[in-house]
């Protein structure tokens, strides 16, 4: 892959926004599920007070299980060394034991991409250090190296 076929790395600014490195313009994230959040013309005027990238997740918001999932996955890096990575399911498993831990995974997941703009953790497949709003289909999650 040429140099300029990789994907722009993106740095956090003190606000909360991120910009991809060279680019002008900067990007927002959502609240609730950490998604990256695009400018739309209708928010033109008022981009700086957009929260949400949709209305489910207006409507969703951070719950207090939110929270704890956050926490339950910070709380399994710190037991864990520091290269090794851990399951979003592992994190569910410990809040809602074995019988409900499928129904938790995207609330688990959206923890993990709120951890990874709060700066910290790194969602990863195969090794490899993932952007969280395009990720798709089993993911690690480790501490931010």
């Known amino acids: 892959m ?3 076929a990789r994907p722009q790395a993106t740095q956090g ?3 909360g926004t991120h910009s991809a490195k060279g680019a002008g313009a900067s990007c927002k994230h959502c609240t609730s599920c950490g ?5 739309r013309k209708r928010w033109r005027y008022r981009f700086s007070e957009v929260r949400y990238c ?3 997740c207006h409507r969703r918001g951070v719950r207090p ?3 704890r999932l956050e926490d339950a996955i910070l709380a ?3 037991r864990r060394r520091r290269d090794a ?6 994190a569910v498993r410990t809040i809602a034991g074995e019988d409900a831990w499928l129904v938790l995974m995207e609330p688990a997941r959206r923890a993990a991409r709120r951890l990874v703009y ?3 953790v790194e969602i990863v497949q195969g090794g490899r250090v993932v952007d969280p709003s395009d990720f798709r289909g089993p993911i690690r999650i480790r501490v931010r190296r």
């Open 2 to 4: 040429t140099e300029s």
């Open 13 to 15: 600014t003190s606000d």
């Open 35 to 39: 998604r990256r959040i695009a400018p």
């Open 54 to 56: 949709s209305k489910a």
């Open 65 to 67: 299980l939110d929270v």
């Open 76 to 78: 399994l890096l710190d």
């Open 85 to 90: 990575s851990i399951c979003p399911s592992e």
């Open 118 to 120: 709060k700066g910290q």
